[in-house]
């Protein structure tokens, strides 16, 4: 989701500019990047986004200038097994990009609602990439765009400001309050919640509220003990339970100081919000990407 929300930044300081769009439309094997990363690509050269760890980008840039003067798509293929040491091959379709759609796009992003995009790319009557609608032609890449995850920390001491930094390095949306009383706004399936007061009652009161919202990820910060003090409470309140609890909230990374703390509990609320296992790579048996991201669904058409 940082990539999008810089992408369309991008944009909106160029949007009198030509620019030119790229898309990773289709790979197989190994690749650093899946489909669905994109760059944003200016006339001058300055870019956004990324479709690999660095290694074509200069030649996709180089791409993108001429395609923004001649105004006709490209698509490019990189054999990886033979240039960078990867197990696989990519394709990139670079196009001049569609204003409309990033308007589109903008707008449904600050709205926090889900859209989807169609990058056709290959057999099709209109190349390009636009909204997509009903009926999918074959040679087609269709992306799911999910909002972006939004953070509600609960507590205003060094684990608010460690979460705050460690979210938005991911491109989160991070909400601090003291206490649920000063909450405003509405909470959305791409809301994550971490309760960190470190006060009894005010835990409590954010917990009677949150666990009814049906969330996918309410975080409490504290001991087992106390977890079920507090829980004692919020079940004699007739609290109803309907979010996911995490408690104590984090991966078990031996976490000490407030930053790592931090780090375990934003790597445990991604692998929720991505459906992902968080065990260690080297003892995965099935492929690395084999679940998309979240915000990044894809399919080939």
Known sequence: MKEIREIIRFWELRRDEPLALATLVRARGSSYRRPG?????????????????????DEVSACAR??????EPKLMSFDTR???????????????????????????FTARESCEIRTTFENGETFGTHI?????????????????????????GPDAFALRTQAALLGWEVIVIEGITQLSGTLD???AVVIATHNFGRDCAALRFFLPQGLRYVGLIGPRRRRDE??????????????????????HLAADSPEEIALAIVAEIQSVFTN?????????????HEVAAAGWATSAR
Request: charged fraction near 20%.
């Open 189 to 191: 399936g791409r809301t």
């Open 230 to 251: 507090i829980l004692l409470d919020v079940i004699d309140s007739g609290a109803e339970f309907r979010s996911q609890l995490f408690a104590p909230a984090g991966l």
């Open 132 to 156: 997509a609608g009903s009926f999918v032609e074959p040679g087609a890449f269709v992306q799911t765009i999910e909002a972006p995850v939004r953070l509600i920390v609960v507590g205003a």
């Open 66 to 71: 001429e395609v923004i003067q001649s105004r």
């Open 37 to 57: 990363a994109r760059m944003l690509i200016s006339a001058g050269g300055e870019s956004v986004g990324s479709l690999s760890a660095g290694c074509i980008e």
């Open 82 to 108: 033979r240039r960078f040491g990867c197990n696989g091959s990519i394709e990139i379709f670079v196009e001049h990009l569609p204003d409309a759609l990033m308007a589109w796009l903008q707008k449904h």
């Open 276 to 288: 992902a296992t968080a065990q260690r790579l080297r003892d995965r048996k099935a492929p690395i």
